[in-house]
């Protein structure tokens, strides 16, 4: 690369006058004939321009072809990034710190230790999977995606040998860049890193280049995603949001504690998502806020270079917050300081609760929290609940009863329990809920995720259209609540009984294969484990979906997915003649069959209580247009059925330093 500023000798800056240094010797890539101004977000000094291209879709149909590198190579290769991205972690902070008020501390301490481990974690995967069809992968990184979210996109990209495209904010994009610079520097050539700020998916999804998958890091359904073309596409779109999570404190957690972990969830920037709404048991709710103020008042606010801040100044508009505050319905709003035209922690007491705010989430600019009280167990939950992100909560108790309960009730994913807060790890899943996105991000799953090829979707919640249609889910919503709650060996064993004789009259001539296949999925991958790493004890096990939707497929693929949803624990759907038969010798609602019509259809597609719908394997797929009408659309393997039927939580608990080991460092 012309004016590489990284030597294959030493791969490393290790003083923040090096930032300039690489400032002046880095080479930006002239890709069109407009130019924007990174600014430092500290002094507000030019830091240097980069090209925008005019057009994208010219430049995506010139990417370079994948890497030529073998199997033993791609992983140590992944090792060596891993390295390379430790030794460089100074200048990723200092970049972090100018372009986007990140703290020095926080990229150093926290983000660059899991990238770390994230491309070690997948150096193996090349060496485990063999995979011949090597495409394209697109990621799409706002200037608001979290660095860490790298480790869900690029690891796993680079293991695959997928040629990738990174399309980067301008405010974000120094940081890639950097680590498409020591990727080269290393031997990974297969990276190609655009400058832009309009996020049009429409470049992507009508190219002439093959893609595998466009993984957004940014809310899919904002209104500039609208332009995606009409025609059908094979390329799938995944996305993670970073909508802010809720946190729930109950009158026996340590006040201490929570105050200081509440500050350090609610502003900091480096973790997949903030807690913007905090809920506190009204027994406890004076204090905590007495607390909460004395906390505030003592804290440090400065620039993102300043070792001693503890708060790191926000970049944004403050008109956000005035707005904020003036069409919020709060009972009482606290800042330190008395001055509404300078940055500081505001909190807003009170209020009425939408969407599980207080005010519009649209317009938080990441200073503000909201705090609400609650008198019971169902409450918290119900409020917590009603955010439309699925991703993940903060639980504050030291009642594990209580905790076990809120855990299984909570609407989400990813629950981190008292001091957790941020807490992941390389190996382990996060299934967005809801609003929060769609697809598999880290682990096996992320992996194979950029890899499957389209099957099935999962259609957004929208209006009803047939009132039959809409009795018959309500009976299969209120018969998977019982459903869940046996055992899966009791479910296993009812179905086999029941599944025998109906094979055999189907299938009297290979009704065997189906067994076999039907006892596999049984005895399938499981995503649940439970592990003690880095002081933390993690849970992850398989919940269902809810209310699972089957249209009128190949007999092979709707007995899968249908035994499969029911053995997780959902409810089922369908038009297949499977469901006419099997349904009535079930408990009731857990197996509905409704009819085989495009009105059926459409309603079932627009219920907001339909989790997943398995379409036709060779049926005509939804046009991209869907795609911006959908929160969850997905595409899955016939081998993916299982996870697709059910979502990983991860339940983060903290088990102390003395679990950890440091071999004498």
């Known amino acids: 690369m012309k004016g590489d500023s990284i030597s294959p000798k030493s791969n490393s800056y290790r003083c923040e006058d090096h930032f300039n240094e690489w400032l002046k010797t880095t080479f930006f890539p002239t890709l069109g004939p407009n130019s924007i101004d990174v600014n430092d977000v500290i002094n507000k000094q030019k830091l240097c321009s980069v090209s925008i291209p005019e057009n994208i879709d010219q430049l995506v149909d010139s990417i370079l072809e994948p890497d030529d590198l073998d199997r033993q190579k791609r992983s140590m290769l992944l090792e060596k990034l891993a390295t390379s991205v430790e030794q460089n972690s100074e200048l990723l902070a200092q970049i972090e710190a100018a372009t986007r008020g990140i703290l020095l501390r926080d990229t150093k301490q926290k983000v660059v230790p899991i990238l770390k481990e994230y491309f070690i974690y997948y150096s193996t995967f090349p060496l485990q999977y063999s995979i011949d069809d090597k495409k394209t992968v697109v990621g799409v990184f706002s200037n608001e995606t979290p660095l860490i979210n790298v480790g869900l996109f690029i690891a796993p990209a680079l293991a695959s040998g997928c040629r990738i495209i990174v399309q980067a904010g301008t405010k974000i994009f120094l940081a890639l860049h950097l680590i498409k610079e020591l990727a080269a520097s290393i031997g990974f050539h297969s990276i190609t890193v655009i400058p832009s700020d309009d996020n049009h998916l429409s470049t992507y999804i009508g190219s002439s280049v093959e893609l595998s998958v466009v993984v957004l890091f940014d809310d899919l359904l904002d209104k500039k995603y609208s332009t995606v073309p009409d025609e059908k596409t094979n390329t799938r779109i995944v996305y993670l949001t970073n909508y802010r999570i809720p946190a729930i404190i109950f009158d026996d957690a340590d006040l201490h504690a929570a105050t200081e972990g509440i500050i350090s969830a609610a502003w900091s920037k480096w973790a997949h998502s903030s807690v913007g709404t905090v809920f506190v048991q009204e027994s406890i709710l004076d204090q905590f806020l007495d607390m909460l103020k004395k906390k505030l008042s003592h804290l440090k606010v400065g620039p993102s270079n300043e070792k001693l801040a503890d708060i790191s100044q926000c970049i944004s508009d403050l008109s956000c917050l005035k707005k904020t505050l003036e069409s919020s319905l709060c009972m009482e709003k606290f800042q330190v300081l008395k001055n509404d035209d300078i940055w500081q922690p505001t909190l807003i007491l009170g209020g009425k609760v939408d969407d599980g705010q207080a005010f519009s989430s649209t317009e938080d600019d990441g200073q503000v929290l909201t705090v609400l009280s609650f008198r019971s167990i169902e409450e918290a939950i119900s409020m917590a609940n009603s955010s439309k992100q699925g991703l993940a909560a903060s639980v504050w108790s030291e009642n594990l009863c209580l905790i076990n309960e809120v855990v299984r009730k909570l609407k989400v994913t990813n629950i981190w329990i008292n001091g957790t807060y941020g807490t992941t790890a390389a190996n382990v899943t996060f299934t967005p809920l809801k609003g929060s996105g769609v697809g598999n991000f880290g682990g096996v799953e992320g992996f194979f995720e950029l890899l499957s090829p389209y099957d099935a979707f999962i259609p957004k919640a929208e209006n009803d259209s047939d009132k039959n249609i809409s009795s018959a889910i309500g009976a299969a919503k209120k018969g998977q609540e019982c459903w869940g709650k046996i055992s899966k060996i009791k479910k296993k064993l009812l179905l086999l009984a029941k599944l025998k004789d109906l094979l055999n009259k189907h299938f009297s001539s290979n009704a065997e294969d189906y067994y076999s296949i039907i006892y596999r999925y049984f005895n399938g991958r499981d995503s649940s484990f439970a592990t003690t790493q880095s002081g933390f004890d993690l849970v992850s096990y398989q919940e269902p979906r809810g209310v699972v939707a089957v249209g009128n497929i190949q007999d092979k693929h709707a007995i899968y997915v249908t035994v499969r949803a029911l053995y997780e624990g959902n409810a089922v759907i369908s038009q297949h003649w499977i469901a006419k038969e099997l349904g009535p010798l079930l408990p009731d609602g857990v197996l509905k069959y409704i009819p085989d019509t495009a009105e059926a259809t459409r309603a079932v597609e627009s219920h ?39 979502v990983v939580k991860n339940v983060w608990c903290d088990v102390g330093k003395s679990s950890l080991c440091n071999f004498g460092e």
Request: no cysteine; hydrophobic share 35%.
């Open 608 to 646: 907001n209580d339909v989790q997943v719908f398995f379409g036709s394997w060779n049926a005509e797929m939804l046009p991209p247009s869907h795609v911006t009408d959908s929160s969850n659309i997905q595409s899955i393997l016939e081998e993916e059925f299982y996870n697709k039927v059910s």
